[in-house]
């Protein structure tokens, strides 16, 4: 058994490292909440785009099928994962659905896109086709204006004519405690799934109705505002994905710290009881001891 002194050093250390893990905690779940606030704010875009493609009617139609279809089996892949550890499953999730989708497609066929110094390095160390990376450029905090750069990038390779399709492969919020990785398809443009983005940012169906704008004229005509909104309401997919990523990390990294934060006192609690023991085998000791010289020197009497 380990002495008292070295017991009550590693209760001292494994102390510190639970206020280490509540600090990281406390700073993850406040930053949770400022993706989940993120996401809340785009509503009013949200609508207004609904709006828009509703106004145009046919025009929307016409543009989602003049859309290129590019006949090639390269892919596009942009990954989304953390700058740091200390998040649990999060990025071990993403990579295992990287790795299930290069076994699928051969890696020959992928090029990659980067977000996230995790992502990053896993793509490189299978030796991954990175033609794009933005982990230094983006953070926590980074705004849509920030991750256009990324998103517009994605959409000039595309329109390059080189790649099938591009993906986006990260996690998906679905609570505090639970976080999917999914696959999204970011190009070739799928009208449905644009509208059902808008409506579930916007919180539901929007409908013109009675709206006062339902009259309102669009010039110079519906194609060419078309033309500008569509890549806006990319760039604001890209930029919600982004978004739900940091929220599942954030709300990885607080579980997996408040367990490391439990771990620590339970891990507390029971180098405090050994230390006791030890403690008190060392007082027993010292009492015995001591009982023996007195009974000796009364022998010697």
Request: proline share 2%; glycine share 6%; charged share 25%.
């Amino acid at each position: 058994m380990a002495s008292g002194k070295e017991i009550k050093a590693r209760i001292k250390s494994v102390k510190n490292t639970g206020k280490i893990t509540r600090a990281m905690e406390l700073m993850s779940t406040v930053k949770m909440k400022k993706a989940q606030i993120s996401v809340s704010e785009a509503r009013p875009f949200a609508r207004e785009a609904l709006e828009t493609i509703l106004r145009s009617g046919s025009a929307f139609d016409r543009y989602a099928d003049s859309v290129i279809r590019v006949d090639s089996d390269r892919v596009l892949m942009v990954v989304i994962t953390s700058q740091k550890g200390l998040c649990g499953a999060y990025n071990v999730n993403v990579f295992k659905q990287v790795a299930a989708f290069v076994r699928e497609h051969g890696i020959d066929t992928i090029d990659f896109v980067t977000l996230g110094r995790k992502g990053r390095d896993f793509v490189a160390r299978f030796g991954g086709n990175i033609i794009a990376d933005f982990s230094d450029r983006l953070g926590d905090s980074s705004s849509i204006r920030e991750t256009k750069t990324a998103s517009r990038t994605v959409q000039s390779l595309y329109a390059s004519g080189r790649y099938m399709r591009a993906v986006i492969v990260a996690n998906h919020y679905i609570s505090a405690i639970s976080q999917k990785v999914s696959e999204k398809i970011f190009l070739p443009f799928e009208p449905k799934a644009v509208m059902k983005f808008l409506e579930t940012l916007a919180g539901g169906v929007v409908e013109l109705g009675n709206h006062p704008n339902r009259h309102m004229m669009i010039e110079p005509d519906k194609e060419t505002i078309l033309e500008q909104v569509v890549p806006i309401v990319l760039d604001a997919i890209f930029h919600e994905t982004w978004l739900e990523a940091k929220a599942s990390e954030h709300a990885s990294r607080m579980v997996a710290m408040k367990n490391a934060k439990d771990s620590a006192k339970k891990k507390v609690s029971a180098l405090t009881l050994s230390y006791n023991k030890a403690r008190q085998a060392a007082i027993t000791k010292e009492v015995s001891e001591i009982v023996s010289g007195v009974e000796s020197m009364k022998d010697i009497a």
